[in-house]
């Protein structure tokens, strides 16, 4: 029990909410177990881009009632421009999960403004090879592990295919993490 005790500890300081620190963490050696004993319960806000909330609005409310019955994890839906989610993630703002794509997604990655890798602790993602061409955003930059395939967005104007990543600062990373592994799950399901 006082093993259980530390750990749990240890985990809420690396994956729950707050923290301004850009350098990038390592979470690969964080158990499945401590992060889904830590996200549950949590309220999640996940930025994306406005287009995605004004057509998708009915799928963002099935998700989110799904999420919430399955895993007590709350969602709240903010819609921003590319140009504002890049912001965030710069002036690390309390903002749990975000859709980026490209370029931007790359550029995050280079900065430590992404928590990660965190692809192969998720594990509905184990089912996937994340690094493929398959998952790479349509401007051929990799994820690299740092975020997984947006399965409810659709792609911009421009063609550009989203992923969902978490910040370094975000809120709640553990609840981010669990709902992640739900969408790959989703995703496994509509292939």
């Not at 409810?152 to 550009?160: E, F, K, M, R, Y």
């Amino acid at each position: 029990m006082y093993k259980l005790f530390i750990s749990l500890t240890i985990i809420s300081a690396l994956v729950s909410c707050g923290g301004s620190n850009k350098k990038q963490r390592d979470v690969r050696k964080i158990s499945w177990y401590e992060v889904h004993a830590d996200g549950k319960g949590k309220t999640l806000t996940i930025m994306v881009r406005e287009e995605f909330l004004a057509q998708r609005q009915l799928e963002a409310v099935n998700i989110s009632k799904k999420i919430s019955e399955q895993t007590g994890i709350q969602l709240q839906w903010q819609g921003a421009t590319q140009k504002a989610i890049m912001n965030s993630l710069e002036k690390s703002t309390q903002i749990s999960l975000v859709e980026i794509q490209g370029a931007d997604l790359s550029k995050a990655v280079k900065q430590g403004y992404l928590l990660g890798p965190i692809d192969r602790l998720i594990p509905n993602s184990k089912s996937y090879d994340t690094d493929s061409d398959k998952f790479r955003a349509s401007e051929g930059f990799s994820s690299q592990g740092f975020a997984v395939p947006c399965v409810v967005c659709a792609a911009d104007s421009a063609g550009n295919k989203p992923f969902f990543a978490i910040p370094n600062a975000a809120g709640c990373q553990a609840a981010a993490m669990i709902f992640l592994d739900y969408m790959l799950a989703e995703r496994a399901g509509r292939e």
